[in-house]
C-alpha cells in the first residue's frame, strides 16, 4: 500500500488502466491463437478432403473409362466408347489435380503410385480398344483381365488414400469443436477478470482519490479556521505534496498571525499612545488658547478705542484660526481611528445656510468676492449633526472665498435631489481644476500647487469635510471647468420637509429641563461656582463676571476645595474642568452629584475642559453632565447659559425657598 501511495496520480491512474488493458490483451492474444489453430485445422480438413474428393474423381474417372471399354469389347458397338473418350480427355487433368492436393511425402507417394497406375490402365484400355479394332478376341479378355487387376489394385490405393484424410477431417473437426469451445471460455473468463480488475482499480483509484482529496479539504478549511491539521499518510504523491503544502502554509500562518499578532499589539499600543497624545495635545493647547481667546473677548466686550478693538479682533481672528486647524487635525485624527460620534438629526437646510453665509460674508467681503446664496424652497431638512454640516460647508465656502479670483462670486444653493437625498452646492469663479487636481483634492496635506504661494492652509479642510460627509451617510462631488470655477456638492439624506414658521428649541431649555419640579433654589444673587486650576482660566472668567450685576463667583483650584465649597455657598450653577491636581474630574463630579442629591437640589453641573474628544465628552455626557464646553470658551454662549439659568431661577416659587448662607463676593479658594 505504500508502495502505490508513493506513486504519482497519473501512473496510479495508468496502472488502473492496465489492468483491465492487460486482461483484454490476453484474451484477445488466447482468442486469436484459438482462432489460428482453428483456421489451421480448418485448412488441414479442407485440403484432406479436397484430397479425397480429387483421388475418388480419378477413380471415377478410372472406372467409368473401364466400364465403357468392357461394354464396347463385348458389343462393338462404338456408343459404349463415350464415358471412355471423356474419361480420357479428363483424367490427365484430374491427376494432376490430385497431385496438387497431396500435401504430405507420404500422400505424395501415394498419388504418385496411383498416377502410374491410372495411366497404366489408360494404356491397357487403349491396347483393348485397339484389339477390339482388330478383332483379337483372346488379346481383349487377357486385356480385360489384366485391367481388372489394375483397377482392383487402383480402388485400393485410393481407398488408402482416403482413408487418412476422412480420418484427419473427423479429428479436425472434433479438434475445431475444441478450440471453438476453449475460445468461448476464454473469452468469458477474459471478459470477467478484465470487468473486475477494471471494477477494483476504479475503486481504489477512486475510493483513495475521494478519501484523500476530502482529507485534504478538511485540512485546507482547518487551515483557514486556524485549527490544526488531521494527521495524512506520509506518500510522495501530488497528494503527499499538497498535504506537505498545507503542514508549511500552516507554519507559516501561524508565523504570520503571530506576527500580525504582535503588530495589532503595537498598533494598539500607538493607538493608545495616539489618543492619549491627542488627548493632552488638546488640552495643553486649547488650555493657552483659553487664555487668549477669552482675554481677546473681554477686550473686545470692554469700552476700547477703535484701534484697540481691532487689535482684539485681530487676536480674536487669529486665535479662532488656531483653534480650527487644532480642531481639524483632531477630527482627522479621530475619523481614522473611527471615534469620531455624531449627533444626527434634522437639519433645516435653510436656517442652517443662513447662519452660515453671515458668518462667511465678512471673510468674502475682506477678500472682494461676493456671497450669495438661494434655495428653490424653504422646507427642506436633511439627515445630518448640526455642527458637523456646518463644519462642512464652512470648510467649502472658505476654500471657495481663498481660491476664487478678486471680485468674483461664490454662490451657496440647495435643492431636493429626488425624493431620498438633499444638495447642498458651492459654486465659485476661481480658476477650477483639472481632471488630476480633482483626483488630488481629496489627499490630506496635499494642496496641490497652493504651497508655492501666498494662501494660508494645512490641505485637511477638503478631506475632512468629504470624511464627514461619508460619516454622515453623504458623499461629496466635484465638477469644475478649468478657468471657468469649480463646484462642490454634498448629497445627504433627506429627511422630509419642516415647517418653516416653526422655532428649533433651545438646547439651553434642555440642560435647564434637568432640574427636578420640587429643587429650590437661591433668588439673589446668582452664585456660579468654578473649579479650575489653571489662574488665567480663572481670571478671565473672574473678568467676565465682575461686572455682570448680581453675579456671584466662587472659584476653587483643586477638586477637594470645590467639593468643600460646594456645601458651603450652595451655587446655581458649576463650571468644573477634568484635569485637576488632587482629583480626577469624574470623582469630583460624582461627589458634587451626591452632595448636590443630599441638598434636595440638583444643581446644574457644566464640564469646561480643553479635552475636546468624543471619548471625554460622551463619558461626561453619560455620566449626567448638563453639557460639556470645550475650551477656549465662547464667552457669549457662556453668557446666553448663565442668562437662561437666571431667568429660570426668577421663575422659581420664591416661597419654598430655603435660607440661603452668607455670600462672599467673587473671589479665589486654594
Known sequence: MRWWRNRSIRVEGLLMLAAPILALVIVTGASLAVQAQERSGRQVAIAARALADTSQVVLDD???AETSMRGYAASRDPQFLAPFTAASRQVSADVRSLIAAASTDLERSAVAEIAVA??????????????????????????????????????????????????????????????????????IIGVTLGAMAGLAGVAL???????????????????????????????????????????????????????????????????????????????????????????????????????????????????????????????TAQIETGQLRLSVDRVEIQTLVTDVVTLMSPLAAASGIHLEHSANTRTLAALADPQRLRQILINLLSNAVKYNRHGGTVRL??????????????????????????????????????????????????????????????????????????????ILPAAGRVDPDARPSLTIERLLGRQSPGSVANTDPFVVLYIEDNAANTRVLELFFSGWPGITLYT?????????????????????????????????????????????????????????????????????????????????????????????KERTDSAAALHDPPRAPAKAVL
Request: glycine share 8%.
Open 205 to 331: 483509484f477512486a475510493g483513495g482519490v475521494s478519501r484523500r482529496v476530502r482529507l485534504a479539504a478538511d485540512n485546507a478549511e482547518r487551515l483557514g479556521q486556524g485549527e490544526p491539521l488531521l494527521p495524512t499518510p506520509s506518500s510522495k504523491d501530488e497528494f503527499g505534496n499538497l498535504s506537505h503544502s498545507l503542514i508549511v502554509a500552516r507554519r507559516l500562518l501561524a508565523t504570520r498571525l503571530a506576527e500580525l499578532s504582535a503588530a495589532r499589539d503595537q498598533a494598539v499600543v500607538a493607538t493608545q499612545a495616539k489618543n492619549n497624545f491627542l488627548s493632552r495635545t488638546s488640552h495643553e493647547l486649547r488650555t493657552p488658547l483659553n487664555a487668549i481667546l477669552g482675554f481677546a473677548q473681554l477686550l473686545e466686550m470692554a469700552e476700547l478705542a477703535d484701534d484697540d478693538r481691532d487689535s482684539a479682533a485681530r487676536i480674536l481672528d487669529a486665535g479662532r484660526h488656531l483653534l480650527n486647524l487644532i480642531n481639524q487635525l483632531i477630527d
Open 413 to 490: 444653493s440647495y435643492r431636493a435631489c429626488g425624493p431620498d437625498d438633499i444638495e447642498i452646492s458651492v459654486a465659485d469663479t476661481g480658476l477650477g481644476l483639472s481632471a488630476a487636481e480633482i483626483e488630488r483634492v481629496f489627499v490630506p496635506f496635499d494642496r496641490l500647487d497652493a504651497d508655492q504661494g501666498s494662501i494660508e492652509g494645512t490641505g485637511i479642510g477638503l478631506p475632512l469635510a468629504l470624511s464627514l460627509s461619508e460619516a454622515m451617510h453623504g458623499r461629496i462631488k466635484v465638477t469644475s471647468t478649468p478657468g471657468s470655477g469649480s463646484t462642490f456638492t454634498v
Open 556 to 648: 476653587a483650584a483643586t477638586g477637594r476645595a470645590g467639593i468643600d465649597l460646594f456645601s458651603g455657598c450652595r451655587p446655581d450653577l458649576v463650571l468644573l474642568d477634568l484635569h485637576l491636581p488632587d482629583l480626577p474630574g469624574d470623582e469630583v463630579y460624582m461627589r458634587l452629584r451626591a452632595e448636590s442629591e443630599s441638598l434636595t437640589m440638583q444643581t446644574p453641573i457644566i464640564v469646561v475642559s480643553a479635552d475636546a474628544t468624543p471619548a471625554a465628552i460622551g463619558r461626561m455626557l453619560t455620566r449626567g453632565v448638563n453639557d460639556y464646553l470645550t475650551k477656549p470658551i465662547d464667552l457669549r454662549h457662556l453668557q446666553n447659559i448663565v442668562e437662561a439659568l437666571r431667568r429660570k
Open 118 to 187: 491410372v495411366q497404366g490402365e489408360f494404356t491397357n484400355l487403349e491396347r483393348i480398344h485397339s484389339s477390339v479394332l482388330a478383332e483379337a478376341g483372346a488379346a481383349e479378355l487377357d486385356a480385360l483381365e489384366t485391367g481388372k487387376v489394375t483397377m482392383d489394385q487402383l480402388r485400393a490405393q485410393i481407398s488408402s488414400l482416403q482413408m487418412a484424410p476422412s480420418r484427419m477431417v473427423l479429428e479436425k473437426r472434433a479438434e475445431i469443436t475444441r478450440l471453438e469451445n476453449a475460445a468461448q471460455a476464454i473469452e
Open 62 to 64: 478410372a472406372a467409368n
